[in-house]
């Protein structure tokens, strides 16, 4: 997703950390004869505590943009309204779905009495709608994809001014991903403060799904 704050913010550049799990590491057997103590023990091991950062960075802020999406009152109304729509794209396709289903089995339980030149051709033409409603699945996803993004962009270009304003105001030297840190110090996080601002600046607005097979529709 592409960020739509100003370019006068100080951008850094981040490697996020990742952590790979090794699969299919087999656990040793258990010895017959266990020691009850040494269960005991390590049942008793006391968890180690969260990693806690007090410290902080001059002019270093984090963002998390998803965060800002997902927590914001204009993104969740974004995400409500993403999932009516998806509501009525499921509807629409399993609708057509259950009639092709059902023109196929009718189509087969003719196979006996149907000559073999017409049972072969209507099952081409059924064959055709089914690729065609394939074709319709892909389409409905894509522009399920390409209407969110257009949304979320619409919130991120909002929330800008207010990221500028944060920033101005902790005077950052630097504004980073959130994503690529790994443990931070809240007090450099500037993610709920531009979201009080874009709460009290934006909390909804209008739009409803692209349609890419429209003459004009950007290509996905």
Known sequence: ??????????????VAFTC????????????PKAKPAAAATAAAAPAAPPLQIT?????????SREA?????????????????????????LTTEQTTL????????????????????????????RGAQFQQKVQLRQRELEATQQKAYARI???????VGQVVTQRTCGALIDANAVIVGNPTMDTTPTVVQLLNGSL?????????LDQPGAPAQ
């Open 68 to 92: 800002l999406l997902q927590t914001s009152t204009v993104g969740q109304f974004v995400n409500d309204r993403m999932k009516q729509l998806s509501a009525v794209v499921q509807a629409e």
């Open 101 to 128: 289903e059902t023109d196929a089995k009718t189509l087969e339980g003719q196979k006996a009495t149907l000559d073999a030149a017409v049972y072969e051709q209507r099952g081409q033409a059924l064959q055709q």
């Open 1 to 14: 997703m592409k960020t739509m704050f100003p370019q006068t913010l100080a951008l850094a550049a981040v």
């Open 156 to 162: 991120l270009q909002a929330a800008g001014p207010f």
């Open 55 to 63: 410290g902080t960075v001059p002019g270093l802020c984090f963002l």
């Open 203 to 211: 909390t909804q607005f209008a739009f409803d799904r692209e349609h």
């Open 20 to 31: 790979a799990a090794q699969a299919g590491a087999q656990t040793p057997a258990a010895k």
